[in-house]
């Protein structure tokens, strides 16, 4: 019962204190599921991101489910999807019964201009720690580079480079 409470108040701090959605949280999950929790290895926090990335709906959502599965089965995949999800709907819930009184306050204005660029911040570190783990050698970052140009530059859709990534991967491994 211990662990179901620990998912949950892990995964309500991360859905509590990441601001700019899934991609800015996968660091936090790293950090609590990896190196606090030892719940996973590296390499498997990899393997959770892709197919949380794969799968449809939220990335947030998705990694907690999983991580969730991973870790105490449908109990704990339960107790991590309601934990990452309910700071968001309490916030909501206040946010749409103040939002006439704030509508037009230049203190929230100025909050949401320097809660920016840190989800900025967050977004590349996500993009930093998970490429030190996905990039184990000259092949997988030619098959990142190739398919963020392709996606980036080309107007490929991302769906199908996914797809191209797994045959790539098959293919040249």
Not at 24 to 36: D, R, T, Y
């Amino acid at each position: 019962m211990k662990v179901l409470f620990d998912i949950f108040i892990t995964f309500f701090k991360i859905g509590a204190f990441s601001f700019g959605g899934g991609y800015a949280m996968i660091p936090l999950i790293q950090k609590e599921v990896i190196e606090v929790h030892n719940w996973i290895s590296s390499s498997q926090f990899i393997d959770i991101v892709a197919i949380s990335e794969m799968t449809p709906g939220p990335i947030a959502v998705n990694s907690a489910t999983f991580l969730g599965y991973k870790v105490a089965g449908i109990a704990g995949s339960a107790f991590a999807t309601i934990g990452v999800t309910l700071p968001s709907f309490i916030v909501m819930s206040l946010i749409f019964h103040f939002i006439n009184k704030f509508r037009h306050s230049i203190y929230v204005d100025w909050a949401f201009r320097g809660i920016r660029p840190v989800v900025l911040g967050l977004i590349a570190s996500a993009a930093v720690s998970v490429g030190q783990a996905a990039f184990i050698d000259l092949r997988s970052v030619m098959i990142a580079l190739f398919l963020f140009y392709i996606v980036t530059f080309k107007n490929f859709n991302a769906i199908l480079a996914i797809v191209l990534a797994g045959v790539l991967g098959v293919i040249l491994y």
